[in-house]
């Protein structure tokens, strides 16, 4: 990253949640609107200055103490309201403006940590605990919220604002809940961390195949998890578990153009091996516990495609698991998946059988999966198939390594 237009986004992505957390920790939550200003605002001014006078040597520390001064400027002027301008007016906000902003790393992560929990409140929708999360923990635009969510801009700002205004209601504090409640609030916590990995991984935004830096931060807030006594559950390995598999083949995932390289065209010798480990100390991690979650499965899933062998044997174990994970919780991407093992396993001829049977006629990779079965098979009918997902595809690689396949039909 040579310069800011690539590095204040790269930045945004990776410390603007963390800003908030510490800030809202400090003003309480029904302040963190101003949080978000502050954490914005810090961030323009990094556009401006940086702009006209280069990136600073160090870019994090240059943000934080931004953000410190810009705190502590607003406690300065919410006492001077509070003290002279307004004084029968009790404004519920820490004015002491000797406080010290703490952005040091053990104080981030806690910060980040009991804001994952404050968020998955029961009091509010699990739509909105996982639309506030994306928001405020992970840097989700609206845009991408919505997506996420198959909605639209409006409808995701109105319940996020809703949200917002009823743990306001409810006084609901930054602060990590009992052990009963941690239990209650984990599943939404790790689905917010899977979809933020998993729009990283399987990126249909920003026009890029793969977004490390989502990826990246997601497997930082799922290693707080397990680092925590409180949080470290045996489905919290599996989900790290299975994000470090899935990271293990960043490199061999796209090439130099950026494309997307399928599984099979994959070079294992970029794999990365201090990965694969990790994944298997916590897969054999999460093991400690008596009930097997959808995560597990998909972790154990990873782990047969990071044993690079074509055997009927590894493929039979793919389609038992993706059986195994369709009736702890079915997905129609999931059952996509299980085709291609089916396809391994069984042949092209009982896949496609399969795959037609799940009309995804919105789905891009439903109509790529069925154009490379349908490939020595029947040729028109894979021609017909890549030129239904050329229409769908929305990345300029995924249309580049379409239109390939369609060149290369005979």
């Not at 600073?56 to 002027?77: E, F, I």
């Not at 909605?151 to 602060?175: D, F, G, H, M």
């Not at 990071?306 to 590894?314: A, F, G, L, Q």
Request: proline share 2%.
């Amino acid at each position: 990253m040579n310069n800011e237009q690539e590095l204040i986004p790269h930045l945004f992505r990776t410390e603007y949640s963390k800003i908030v957390s510490v800030l809202s920790k400090l003003f309480g939550f029904d302040q963190i609107e101003i949080a978000e200003d502050i954490a914005g605002d810090t961030f323009l001014t990094a556009t401006e200055t940086w702009g006209l006078k280069g990136i600073p040597p160090n870019p994090t520390a240059w943000l934080y103490n931004v953000a410190k001064n810009k705190a502590k400027n607003h406690l300065q002027r919410a006492k001077l309201f509070e003290n002279k301008i307004a004084p029968e007016i009790k404004i519920n906000l820490a004015t002491n403006q000797e406080i010290e902003l703490d952005l040091s790393e053990s104080n981030i992560n806690d910060s980040q940590l009991q804001m994952m929990f404050a968020i998955c409140n029961p009091a509010i929708s699990v739509e909105s605990q996982i639309g506030l999360s994306l928001r405020i923990l992970c840097g989700f635009g609206i845009d991408e919220i919505a997506d996420a969510f198959l909605s639209n801009k409006e409808t995701i700002n109105k319940r996020l604002l809703r949200a917002k205004e009823k743990l306001r209601t409810e006084k609901v504090k930054i602060e990590l809940p009992g052990i009963q409640e941690i239990n209650d609030r984990l599943d939404v916590v790790l689905t917010t961390l899977y979809l933020l990995f998993s729009e990283g991984y399987y990126s249909s935004s920003q026009n890029k195949t793969l977004r490390k830096d989502l990826c990246l931060e997601a497997i930082r807030l799922c290693y707080m998890l397990v680092e925590n006594n409180a949080t470290n559950k045996p489905p919290v390995n599996a989900l790290l578990s299975l994000m470090c598999f899935h990271a293990s083949r960043f490199e061999a995932r796209t090439d130099d153009n950026g494309e997307l390289v399928l599984y099979n065209d994959q070079d294992s010798a970029l794999w990365n091996k201090d990965l694969i480990e990790k994944g298997e100390y916590f897969l054999n991690q999460a093991a400690q516990g008596n009930k097997i979650s959808k995560y597990h499965t998909e972790a154990a899933i990873a782990y047969w495609h990071t044993i690079k062998d074509d055997s009927k044997n590894k493929w039979e174990n793919i389609l038992q698991l993706y059986n195994q994970l369709l009736q702890i919780e079915y997905s129609p991407m999931a059952a996509l998946n299980r085709t291609f093992a089916l396809s391994m396993a069984n042949g092209k001829n009982a896949a496609i059988i399969e795959a037609e049977k799940l009309k995804l006629t919105d789905n891009h990779f439903y109509y790529v999966l069925l154009g490379e079965l349908y490939t020595g098979i029947d040729n028109n009918k894979a021609k017909q198939n890549f030129e239904a997902a050329l229409v769908l595809a929305k990345t300029d690689s995924d249309k580049k390594a379409i239109s390939t396949k369609i060149n290369n039909i005979v």
